[in-house]
């Protein structure tokens, strides 16, 4: 097949099992078995560099683009993966593809928005170094796995049926029992659309739990509260009775033993 053949750009869009799929050619094209609507997307030049945070890419797409509604009203906390891909028509062979996840939307033009994505290597969640010897533990609440926290987080799952929400405050009854700031950190999860959403805690106060972003709740719902931890000895031992898989180390001196004068 000559190599010569004309090529077609798509974009893949997806968001768990949902599936979002544009050309921005001048037609829309069925590849693979596929559908691809043509739509007007103009994309920035790729960069190959071995800095991550400049391998990276932006799209200028219509402000109606229905992949768009993913971040309207609210932001959504999981990730939105993205394929561009450029298919060979002749016999629909993939001759180039760029992975990635979208990383912002800059949706406030009139007509058109921005999408921005960092390329998968950049993406991955990679930290190098991670522990330190330090006082708190550095483990992520309910990690699981050898030397991790390996709290059973469902074990400490609240279920509430929200009565009221105003703000960034959601109210349930099921939240009083327990002594204020006990979800402070935590998180709520509720189901929406097939999807898991979730938002984070950031005080607790008798019926109330104040959230860090707006999140399309009402009253009625059902809700799932997750409590946080401070990652102090203190209360992986009695909130959770997990002191055993607590990493931090405790028993650093918080005195110079030395006196104030430097020893280096």
Not at 69 to 89: A, H, M, N, Q, T
Not at 145 to 169: K, M, P, Q, Y
Request: charged letters at 20%.
């Amino acid at each position: 097949m000559s190599i010569f053949s004309p090529t077609v750009e798509v974009y893949e869009f997806t968001r768990g099992t949902r599936v979002f799929r544009y050309t921005s050619g001048d037609r829309a094209r069925t590849l693979s078995g596929q559908n691809y609507s043509a739509h007007a997307i103009r994309r920035g030049r790729i960069v190959q560099s071995m800095e991550q945070g400049k391998a990276a890419l932006e799209l200028t797409v219509p402000a109606n683009l229905s992949v768009l509604e993913l971040w309207r009203p609210y932001v959504r906390l999981d990730r939105v993966g993205i394929r561009l891909s450029r298919v060979r028509l002749s016999d629909n062979h993939v001759t180039s593809s760029w992975l990635g996840l979208v990383s912002e939307v800059d949706d406030t033009g009139m007509r058109t928005a921005k999408i921005k994505c960092q390329s998968a290597m950049a993406a991955m969640e990679a930290m190098g170094l991670r522990r330190n010897w330090q006082v708190n533990c550095p483990h992520v609440w309910g990690s699981v796995g050898e030397g991790l926290c390996n709290v059973a987080i469902e074990d400490f799952r609240v279920d509430a049926t929200l009565s009221d929400v105003f703000g960034l405050t959601v109210e349930s009854p099921a939240f009083a029992p327990y002594l204020e700031g006990y979800f402070d950190g935590g998180f709520l999860r509720w189901e929406a659309d097939g999807y898991t959403e979730t938002a984070f805690i950031l005080h607790h106060d008798e019926q109330q739990l104040r959230l860090h972003r707006p999140a399309p709740l009402s009253a009625g719902m059902a809700v799932k509260a997750y409590p946080g931890c401070a990652h102090t000895l203190q209360v992986c031992d009695e909130k959770f009775d997990n002191a055993v898989n607590y990493g931090g180390q405790h028993t650093i001196p918080t005195e110079n033993p030395w006196g104030t004068n430097p020893v280096f």
